[in-house]
Structure formats: structure tokens, C-alpha cells
């Protein structure tokens, strides 16, 4: 008897067509994780691309690097830390609905719920398997004791959210410290901080900086192309131009990566071609301004007379 008609060789076969043809989840996580950076290469490269979006307030690839390692750390996918990791003084951080979410992913979260939400009072109950019920409750006279309340500051814009954001906050570090590792939320380090948004502010690249990387030639390129990118002045504009030059001179930046540069930096600044003479409008004589008698021809010789 053949394996194909007995019981083993049925089950082989219908083990074989179930390995061959993936899920509907699984293709999913599939493309998921294929869109993620899987080394510090591939990470720092996506970065680059993330800091010339200036994307979630951005300021540069450290920045956007940061943030990738730091969401990896929990599980994140190197977007969705780039929208809800925030470096904020050096210190990374959390968005409170990022904390929410993280703990209600956890397996032992039976309840992460607000009973209770305005612009004067937030109250959070928060259930983990195995222990009690918790209640975390904040107040708009709790956010006034602290001295978090300033003229047309987020307290005073959004009341109600700054309320719901602390209780998160405080909520998932007393339940799920290990799922957040203890870091606070942006809102928190905001408000400790005086930072009010991520800044866009340019990236400040000095010559000499952009020298020590010329023999890398990519980095020597990513640094000129965000020059160009932020330049703000047309003293940046000179620099930048002048340094092409050198680069382009010395060799220190060969093709294709100085063709690179120079095509970013005719983006910003095209060049305008100048009017050609046939274009120019023909000069009219005026009463003031009599237009000039030809010459007289001269004779040549052969000439009668």
C-alpha cells in the first residue's frame, strides 16, 4: 500500500499543503515585518529618509534613530515609534495613548478603561490579572497644585486631554511598569520640561563637519543635501555652493554623488537663464535722446569719383 492512501501519508500531505499555503495572518505579519529595518544599517538609513520628512517633528536621523531603538526595546515597528517615541531633552518618551495601548496588548489586562472624563476630572480604572482593581484619578486642581496650568499652555487649551494623558501615564506604571520600563509620558516630560512640540529647527552642519565625512560618501552627501534642505539665508545658500565646489574639485566627492548634490541643489535654486539679445526690446529715439546718424560709407577703392 502506498503512503498517499494511508492514514500517515494522508496526514503528511495535508501537513505539506498546510506549511505551503500561509494564512491570511500570517501573510500579513509577513509584509509587515519585511517593511521593517532588520539591522542598524537598515535602520540608519531608514532614519535618513525619516529625517528629510521632518515627520512627527523629526530634527535629524539621530533623532529618528532614537526613536526606531528605543520602540524596538517594546516591540514597536520603526513607524509607530516614530509616532509615538519623542525625545524630549535627551530623554526618550512615551505619547500616553501609546502606553495605553501597549498595556491593553497585555495578556494580563482584564480592564484599562475611563469611567470618568472631562475638563475638570479623569478617572481611569485599571484591572491586571491576579490583582486588585485600581483607580487613578486626576483633577484639574491636582494639575494647578503641581503648577502645570500657564497661559496658553496645553492644560489650559486641552483640559480634558492633558487629564486623560496623566491618568494613562501614571495608570500604566503602577500596573505594567514592565511594559513600560518606567519612562515617562511625552506629556509629562513636556510639562517638566517647558517643551511644548517637537522642534523643526534646521540641522547645523559646519564645513568641518562635512570634511571629517568626505570619505564616507554617502554621509558626506546626506550631509549636503540636508544643508540644502534647511538652508534658510543666502550666506547658507553661498556656503553650500562654495563647498559643492571644493568637493566637486578636490575629488573628495566624486559622480554620482556629487551629480546628486548639485541636481538637489538646482531644485531649490534654479537657475534662471538670462534674456537673450534678439528678445531685447529695440531701443525708440526720443526728442531727448536722438538716435545716432549712420555712419557715412567709405569709399573704396575702385570707387567712382
Known amino acids: ?34 517593511l521593517e529595518p532588520m539591522s542598524i ?10 529625517a528629510l520628512t521632518k515627520m ?24 509607530q515609534s516614530i509616532r509615538g517615541v519623542y525625545m524630549i531633552e535627551g530623554k526618550p518618551s512615551l505619547d ?22 472631562n475638563d475638570k476630572r479623569a478617572t481611569l480604572l485599571i484591572k491586571r490579572r491576579g490583582r486588585s482593581e485600581q483607580r487613578i484619578t486626576w483633577t484639574i486642581e491636582d494639575a494647578q497644585r503641581a503648577g502645570l496650568i500657564k497661559p496658553k499652555g496645553a492644560w489650559e487649551k486641552n483640559p480634558t486631554q492633558m487629564l486623560r494623558a496623566r491618568c494613562k501615564s ?37 564645513v568641518i563637519e562635512a570634511r571629517s565625512m568626505a570619505t564616507d560618501h554617502d554621509g558626506a552627501e546626506r550631509v549636503l543635501l540636508e544643508r540644502i534642505v534647511n538652508a534658510k539665508s543666502g550666506d547658507d545658500k553661498k556656503a553650500i555652493r562654495e563647498d559643492i565646489a571644493r568637493f566637486k574639485a578636490s575629488g573628495e566627492l566624486p559622480s554620482p554623488w556629487v551629480d546628486r548634490v548639485i541636481a538637489a541643489y538646482t531644485v531649490r535654486w534654479p537657475v534662471k537663464a538670462p534674456a537673450k539679445a534678439d528678445d531685447a526690446p529695440a531701443a525708440t529715439p526720443t526728442q531727448d535722446a536722438p538716435a545716432e546718424a549712420a555712419p557715412a560709407k567709405m569709399r573704396q577703392p575702385g570707387d567712382e569719383g
Open 96 to 117: 500616553a495613548s501609546l502606553m495605553m495601548g501597549l498595556c491593553m496588548q497585555h495578556p494580563d489586562c482584564e480592564k484599562f478603561e475611563f469611567i470618568e472624563t
Open 56 to 79: 512627527c517633528g523629526i530634527t535629524s536621523t539621530a533623532d529618528a534613530l532614537a526613536r526606531i531603538m528605543t520602540g524596538r526595546e517594546l516591540g514597536l515597528t520603526a513607524m
Open 170 to 206: 501614571d495608570g500604566a506604571r503602577l500596573e505594567f511598569a514592565d511594559v513600560c520600563f518606567g519612562l515617562m509620558s511625552r506629556e509629562e516630560a513636556s510639562d517638566a520640561s517647558g517643551y511644548v512640540e517637537a522642534p523643526t529647527a534646521q540641522t547645523q552642519v559646519t
Open 41 to 50: 544599517e537598515a535602520a540608519f538609513r531608514t532614519s535618513e529618509v525619516l
Open 1 to 34: 500500500m502506498s503512503n498517499a492512501s494511508s492514514p500517515n501519508g494522508v496526514a503528511a500531505e495535508q501537513s505539506s499543503a498546510m506549511t505551503v499555503v500561509p494564512s491570511h495572518q500570517s501573510t500579513l505579519e509577513s509584509y509587515r515585518k519585511g
